[in-house]
């Protein structure tokens, strides 16, 4: 494993929740992309003069711990699996007071043309230095809740939506802010515009969303433990969005929360997530348990046959 990313977690960048946004944490495993691509001699992909690049596809990550504001943090990682044109990243990023995991990220990236977004194969350069990159997949960054087999679903749709009865949870637009060199929506917002908008999914929180309805202070927050991510297309910027959300299961510690976020002019699919959330006691800084009338409305929500 090779140090890739050291840094900390800015005030700034901390949400409601009094930690590390989600969105960030992809946000510096991005940089630690950016490392390990100058390290195999992409050194130019992803900057406007590149003849290459790396574009995410796939992504698994489990958070381990919160990163509370200030906390030193570190990411490291290599390779654990590569073909002709993509390669699969392990990071692992830490609490590099305690060396305590704080999370982990397992990404599918292509290597593309930047313009056309054709995969095309390793240069002879590339391939001479990715066996010195190698690195085992451990424990920690295995799948717990989440199935990482199943292929995407090919039937995303609004329409499909409708008739899922899944919520309409976000919508927005792509900003010159949210895209990269190539105009193209960077990944972090994968999990940035999810994290923006899951608290209008109140089937999915409605323990949350009665402490909201109270117009008392909110101590309550939805926290997630792991999600899985597959990118359909890239936005630009300019574009719209919109964001359907429902429940694929619940139970009294966890619930698994599906987003499919989609054009809202052509209807078709953008990215997909997949969520393992939790309700997260703000003051006690635990999550928390889910029972009686709460757990009757999560189960009574639940979509048979989500997916991503």
């Known amino acids: 494993m090779q140090d890739l990313w050291l840094g900390n977690a800015n005030a700034w960048e901390c949400d409601e929740l009094g930690h590390l946004n989600v969105r960030y944490y992809l946000a510096n495993a ?31 990550i489990r958070f381990h711990a919160e990163a509370r504001p200030g906390a030193p943090l570190k990411i490291e990682g290599g390779v654990c699996h ?27 990236l292509d290597h593309i043309a930047p313009h056309t977004g054709r995969p095309f194969e390793w240069p002879k350069r590339v391939r001479g ?9 451990p424990d920690e960054a295995q799948p717990r809740g989440v199935d990482l087999s199943p292929a995407p679903r090919e039937d995303i749709s609004l329409t499909k939506a409708d008739s899922l009865n899944m919520d309409v949870a976000g919508m927005g637009r792509f900003s010159h802010a949210d895209t990269d060199v190539f105009d193209r929506m960077l990944p972090e917002l994968t999990l940035g515009k999810v994290s923006d908008s899951a608290v209008n999914f109140h089937r999915g929180f409605p323990r949350m969303w009665r402490a909201h309805q109270s117009g008392n202070p909110v101590r309550i927050g939805n926290a997630l433990l792991e999600c899985r991510i597959h990118v359909y297309r890239y936005a ?49 800084r635990k999550l928390m348990p889910t029972e009686g009338e709460f757990l009757e409305e999560l189960q009574d929500a639940v979509i048979d046959g989500l997916s991503i």
């Not at 699969?88 to 704080?102: E, G, Q, S, Y």
């Not at 230095?129 to 997949?137: E, P």
């Open 129 to 137: 230095v990715l066996d010195g990159f190698a690195v085992q997949i």
């Open 236 to 284: 630009n910027a300019g574009q719209g969005y919109v964001m359907r959300s429902g429940l694929k299961a619940a139970n009294t510690k966890t619930r698994t929360l599906i987003h499919w976020l989609m054009d809202p002019i052509t209807g078709a699919p953008l990215w997909t997530v997949e969520g393992i959330g939790c309700d997260m006691d703000l003051d006690a």
């Open 82 to 108: 590569w073909d002709e044109t993509s390669l699969d990243v392990l990071l692992i990023m830490r609490h590099v007071a305690r060396d305590k995991i704080c999370a982990t990220f397992r990404i599918t």
């Open 30 to 60: 991005m940089q630690a992309i950016g490392t390990l691509a100058d390290r195999l001699g992409l050194n130019e992909a992803f900057t406007r003069r590149a003849t290459a690049t790396l574009l995410v596809r796939h992504i698994h």
